[in-house]
């Protein structure tokens, strides 16, 4: 299976702190992109890294990728409330596969 | 401006019954999909439509038709709804010059539970 999976699956911070989430993955990719998923709603597309890029900076979002580890992670800085939600990473592999999702870490900051 | 719009946001109905959710987009995208989230939360790809065309079929059981008038609507028809089809289905579509695989907008979701 190609699925990635985020680590940790839930993870609870209080406002202010920041989060780190962390994807891996199994076989070579061409991008890999990060959605959120507020409770009862669609997925928003949040940054896409491709394989030839290292980081990349959103607002108060930081994704990280590391093709020879095969991880990716996801820093949210000063965190506030309503970044409450479930993040999930996708990944499109080598040959242009479709986009395969993680199974989410479940973010709660308390406020 | 809604996007990706779906209907209807929740559907309940008996095992057994014909059932069908519809997607628009207004984005101007070529490319649609639909997706399917279990209770798990855990979400994987049924189709993928670009410019009217089926390019993508995940192994979806052939109870499972969707429909593409036009490249704005990506409809879903479900035959004899089981109990297992019960789960979230999203709609999502994407720009093909950001690769077929690119950056994906998604719909609300509906909410289908067979009983």
């Known amino acids: 299976s190609q699925q990635g999976e985020e680590d940790p699956q839930a993870l609870s911070i209080q406002e202010g702190e920041n989060a780190t989430m962390n994807c891996s993955y199994k076989?070579?990719?061409?991008?890999l992109q990060w959605y959120r998923q507020n409770s009862g709603r669609g997925l928003v597309h949040l940054i896409l890294?491709?394989?030839?890029?290292r980081e990349k900076h959103s607002g108060r979002l930081r994704v990280t990728l590391d093709t020879s580890k095969k991880s990716s992670s996801l820093l949210i800085t000063a965190s506030r409330a309503a970044d409450t939600a479930s993040y999930f990473c996708?990944?499109?592999?080598?040959?242009?596969?479709?986009?395969?999702f993680g199974k989410g870490t479940r973010l709660s900051v308390i406020a | 401006d809604t996007a990706v719009s779906q209907t209807p946001k929740y559907l309940v109905t008996q095992m057994g019954n014909d059932k069908s959710i519809k997607c628009e987009q207004n984005?101007?995208?070529?490319?649609m999909y639909w997706y399917k989230q279990d209770s798990k939360k855990f979400l994987k790809i049924m189709f993928s439509?670009?410019?009217?065309?089926?390019?993508i079929n995940e192994t979806v059981p052939n109870r499972f038709s969707p429909k593409s008038p036009d490249k704005a609507h990506l409809n879903l028809h479900i035959n004899s709804l089981e109990l297992g089809d019960s789960a979230v289905y999203f709609c999502?579509?994407?720009?093909?010059?950001?690769?077929?695989?690119?950056?994906?907008?998604f719909g609300p979701g509906t909410r289908l539970l067979v009983l």
């Open positions: 439509y670009n410019n009217k065309e089926l390019i």
């Open positions: 996708a990944t499109v592999h080598t040959g242009n596969t479709p986009l395969v």
């Open positions: 999502a579509s994407s720009q093909a010059t950001s690769g077929r695989f690119g950056t994906q907008y």
């Open positions: 984005l101007g995208h070529d490319t």
């Open positions: 076989t070579s990719i061409n991008n």
């Open positions: 890294i491709r394989s030839n890029e």
